[in-house]
């Protein structure tokens, strides 16, 4: 069997195989899309695939939608050439069920690939076509946090948005640029209304993605590149929107597993394949099959009914208070707390971590009974329905290929939040004792452990991407495992970094706690295990 639409045609191998076939002329909908777009997405990776253009895909399959969706990939241009055109743009989604089942079908709502490169001609009379179209919905984007960054680390525009602003829109390159620019297209085509939608797993991400657009836009505007009638465009929400969102479904690198299990079903050419920019994507896509979106109902020029696949539509406070529930209490703390701890006992799958005592110990306290009691109950979903869905459905899958090493990525970056917004509510509340945390602090105590680069039984491993590494890892110099006596107060600037925890943890009473904890983590090999045990 072949993932082509040719391919499709013989039905009784597929559904003999068990994969769902799509129930619509895929041929007929894609040329329908190219004529008259209602829908463009930036960002062609797993998540757009396994989930956003699943959600069409059922509108269109039970007849709800007669259009499907254009992709549009700002950053890795191979992802078109080696998974979306050989495949006709098709995606073979297999869902991973903790019973280790799974579920197969094929995802043929996205009607056309296009690379967002603006040294191609081609590529740029292709977008301006579709920007220009009155008919354009929406447009919405996973190009993850650092794709709407204009600024390095020194807080000055990076190289490629200087360049951007001095060339104007004629010449953009930053993915950012580029829609600016395309929003300028439409607006100098009739000022078509347009929803701007960031799907990004990450806080306020339409704020992101609208400070990043107008950035760019004003910028412009003062060389004289655009007037100022294009920015009023741009900030009058009766012509442009910039809705914010909270999405929530794990989607992990291509199994080898899941690979197998294709071909041996007689699926042909399943292996991944590795870009020229060192993306690891394959023609299926494995994810979870719990999964949660939901988008502030701004939409000027109408939208997709995709309330009717599952979507929540509702206000901004909600859209705020979900993403705020799942980031501070009910998913991605315990994600955290697995994740560092999980490297430092020499875990390399997080459900496994899932059959370790104290360490689904640790996550329930952290959850249940130092989070909820401050959570954010945003009325649309149910706190604890989501964290008893998380621990007891979604973290044990066994047949979710996802690390914690992958998870530990970045979490300088996340600390504040993830952990940070739950200290400050009990610091915040009258009737709550921040210095009364015994399980969140164990977490960071847990993390600043990790950070060493030595687990439990004292072997050196390999730290996770962060960009503050390199500062704490040197903050940190000195301490070694087995010798608590090199313990001489290093932790005392990080732990007073408001910037970190999102508080200052010497005036929130948890400092000299997570100082304790650490101490007794580093008395020697076993000494992380031993701590869990004494206190969870």
Same mark, same amino acid.
């Given at each position: 069997?072949?993932?082509?639409?040719?391919?499709?045609?013989?039905?009784?191998?597929?559904?003999?195989?068990?994969?769902?076939?799509?129930?619509?002329?895929?041929?007929?909908?894609?040329? +329908?899309?190219?004529?008259?777009?209602?829908?463009?997405?930036?960002?062609?990776?797993?998540?757009? +695939?396994?989930?956003?253009?699943?959600?069409?895909?059922?509108?269109?399959?039970?007849?709800?939608?007669?259009?499907?969706?254009?992709?549009?990939?700002?950053?890795?241009?191979?992802?078109?050439?080696?998974?979306?055109?050989?495949?006709?743009?098709?995606?073979?989604?297999?869902?991973?069920?903790?019973?280790?089942?799974?579920?197969?079908?094929?995802?043929? #709502?996205?009607?056309?690939?296009?690379?967002?490169?603006?040294?191609?001609?081609?590529?740029?009379?292709?977008?301006?076509?579709?920007?220009?179209?009155?008919?354009?919905?929406?447009?919405?984007?996973?190009?993850?946090?650092?794709?709407?960054?204009?600024?390095?680390?020194?807080?000055?525009?990076?190289?490629?948005?200087?360049?951007?602003?001095?060339?104007?829109?004629? !010449?953009?390159?930053?993915?950012?640029?580029?829609?600016?620019?395309?929003?300028?297209?439409?607006?100098?085509?009739?000022?078509?209304?347009?929803?701007?939608? #960031?799907?990004?797993?990450? #806080? !306020?991400?339409?704020?992101?993605?609208?400070?990043?657009?107008?950035?760019?836009?004003?910028?412009?505007?003062?060389?004289?590149?655009?007037?100022?009638?294009?920015?009023?465009?741009?900030?009058?929400?009766?012509?442009?929107?910039?809705?914010?969102?909270?999405?929530?479904?794990?989607?992990?690198?291509?199994?080898? #597993?899941?690979?197998?299990?294709?071909?041996?079903?007689?699926?042909?050419?399943?292996?991944?394949?590795?870009?020229?920019?060192?993306?690891?994507? *394959?023609?299926?896509?494995?994810?979870?099959?719990?999964?949660?979106?939901?988008?502030?109902?701004?939409?000027?020029?109408?939208?997709?009914?995709?309330?009717?696949?599952?979507?929540?539509?509702?206000?901004?406070?909600?859209?705020?208070?979900?993403?705020?529930?799942?980031?501070?209490?009910?998913?991605?703390?315990? !994600?955290? *707390?697995?994740?560092?701890?999980?490297?430092?006992?020499?875990?390399?799958?997080?459900?496994?971590?899932?059959?370790?005592?104290?360490?689904?110990?640790?996550? +329930? !306290?952290?959850?249940?009974?130092?989070?909820?009691?401050?959570?954010?109950?945003?009325?649309?979903?149910?706190?604890?329905?989501?964290?008893?869905?998380?621990?007891?459905?979604?973290?044990?899958?066994?047949?979710?290929?996802?690390?914690?090493?992958?998870?530990?990525?970045?979490?300088?970056?996340?600390?504040?939040?993830?952990?940070?917004?739950?200290?400050?509510?009990?610091? *915040?509340?009258?009737?709550?004792?921040?210095?009364?945390?015994?399980?969140?602090?164990?977490?960071?105590?847990?993390?600043?452990?990790?950070?060493?680069?030595?687990?439990?039984?004292?072997?050196?491993?390999?730290?996770?991407?962060?960009?503050?590494?390199?500062?704490?890892?040197?903050?940190?110099?000195?301490?070694?495992?087995?010798?608590?006596?090199?313990?001489?107060?290093?932790?005392?600037?990080?732990?007073?970094?408001?910037?970190?925890?999102?508080?200052?943890?010497?005036?929130?009473?948890? *400092?000299?706690?997570?100082?304790?904890?650490?101490?007794?983590?580093?008395?020697?090999?076993?000494?992380?295990?031993?701590?869990?045990?004494?206190?969870?």
């Amino acid at each position: 069997m072949k993932l082509s639409i040719n391919g499709l045609k013989d039905k009784a191998a597929w559904e003999a195989a068990g994969v769902a076939l799509p129930q619509y002329d895929v041929a007929a909908m894609a040329a +329908r899309t190219k004529e008259n777009p209602i829908w463009v997405h930036f960002g062609a990776g797993n998540i757009f +695939r396994g989930y956003i253009a699943a959600l069409q895909d059922v509108l269109l399959n039970t007849g709800e939608a007669d259009r499907g969706i254009i992709a549009a990939e700002t950053f890795d241009y191979d992802i078109i050439d080696m998974i979306y055109k050989p495949f006709d743009n098709l995606t073979l989604m297999v869902t991973l069920k903790p019973d280790g089942s799974t579920a197969n079908k094929i995802v043929s #709502s996205i009607a056309e690939g296009v690379k967002a490169d603006s040294s191609d001609p081609a590529c740029v009379a292709r977008l301006t076509e579709i920007f220009t179209n009155p008919g354009l919905q929406m447009i919405s984007f996973t190009v993850t946090e650092k794709g709407y960054a204009l600024n390095g680390l020194d807080g000055t525009f990076m190289p490629v948005v200087v360049k951007d602003i001095e060339e104007g829109p004629a !010449h953009a390159r930053h993915a950012m640029s580029i829609v600016a620019a395309m929003l300028f297209e439409r607006f100098k085509a009739g000022k078509y209304p347009l929803a701007v939608v #960031s799907m990004d797993n990450c #806080s !306020h991400n339409g704020e992101k993605l609208m400070g990043s657009v107008l950035t760019i836009a004003k910028e412009w505007e003062k060389k004289g590149f655009v007037g100022a009638d294009f920015i009023d465009y741009l900030t009058d929400e009766a012509y442009v929107t910039f809705p914010w969102s909270m999405i929530d479904k794990i989607t992990p690198r291509p199994a080898k #597993s899941v690979e197998e299990g294709l071909t041996a079903m007689g699926v042909e050419n399943m292996a991944p394949v590795v870009t020229g920019r060192k993306t690891f994507i *394959a023609p299926f896509v494995n994810a979870e099959g719990p999964q949660y979106l939901v988008i502030e109902d701004k939409f000027p020029n109408g939208r997709p009914a995709l309330e009717k696949a599952g979507v929540y539509f509702t206000d901004r406070d909600t859209v705020n208070n979900v993403e705020r529930m799942k980031v501070t209490t009910c998913l991605n703390p315990l !994600h955290t *707390a697995l994740a560092v701890y999980g490297c430092v006992l020499g875990y390399d799958l997080i459900a496994s971590e899932m059959n370790d005592k104290e360490l689904v110990g640790l996550i +329930r !306290h952290i959850g249940y009974e130092e989070g909820m009691p401050v959570v954010t109950d945003p009325g649309i979903i149910s706190p604890k329905a989501f964290i008893d869905e998380v621990i007891g459905e979604r973290l044990p899958n066994p047949f979710m290929p996802d690390t914690p090493q992958r998870i530990a990525t970045d979490t300088s970056q996340k600390v504040s939040v993830r952990f940070g917004e739950t200290i400050k509510s009990y610091v *915040a509340e009258a009737d709550k004792d921040a210095s009364a945390l015994t399980y969140i602090p164990l977490a960071l105590a847990g993390w600043l452990r990790y950070l060493l680069g030595v687990d439990d039984n004292g072997q050196p491993f390999e730290l996770s991407p962060d960009p503050m590494k390199d500062e704490l890892v040197k903050d940190l110099a000195g301490i070694e495992v087995g010798k608590p006596e090199t313990y001489t107060g290093q932790l005392k600037p990080i732990l007073a970094n408001p910037h970190i925890f999102g508080i200052d943890l010497y005036k929130a009473g948890l *400092a000299d706690k997570v100082e304790a904890y650490f101490v007794e983590e580093i008395a020697g090999k076993g000494a992380v295990r031993a701590t869990l045990e004494k206190y969870v």
